[in-house]
């Protein structure tokens, strides 16, 4: 097993939309992505539990991000829309296992094994 390999992200206008997509080695039962921007601590965005597809998001991005997976291929995606100048940051794709029964959002160090190079998303105003 090796890391996530991300695409997409770019440079985009506040209200425009990018897709980011993640391709993992292997099947994990939880993928997602985290993200980081200067100066600002690395949270989570939005993971999924591969299985059964249930997904859980930043309050910061509901309603404006949608996740979803392709078993067939071990990959996610991340939808995009709305963007905001926030929204800016290094974009991580993550893969790992559930912790009590749940993918969690945050880095605690034990749920995410791999992470990808980082892609970068930039909003302008």
């Known amino acids: 097993q090796g890391e996530p390999v991300e695409s997409g992200g770019g440079s985009v206008q506040a209200g425009g939309s990018l897709r980011l997509s993640c391709a993992a080695q292997?099947?994990?039962?939880?993928m997602g992505w985290f993200r980081q921007d200067r100066g600002k601590e690395r949270e989570g965005v939005a993971v999924?539990?591969?299985?059964?597809?249930?997904?859980e998001y930043a309050d910061s991005v509901k309603g404006r991000f949608t996740i979803s997976r392709d078993n067939t291929k071990n990959m996610v995606d991340l939808q995009m829309n709305n963007l905001r100048p926030e929204d800016t940051g290094t974009y991580y794709c993550?893969?790992?296992?559930?912790?009590?029964?749940?993918?969690?959002?945050?880095?605690?160090?034990?749920?995410?094994?791999?992470w990808g190079q980082g892609t970068q998303v930039t909003v302008s105003s």
């Open positions: 292997a099947y994990l039962r939880c």
């Open positions: 993550v893969a790992g296992q559930p912790v009590r029964g749940r993918c969690t959002l945050v880095d605690d160090g034990i749920s995410w094994k791999f």
């Open positions: 999924i539990r591969t299985g059964s597809g249930d997904a």
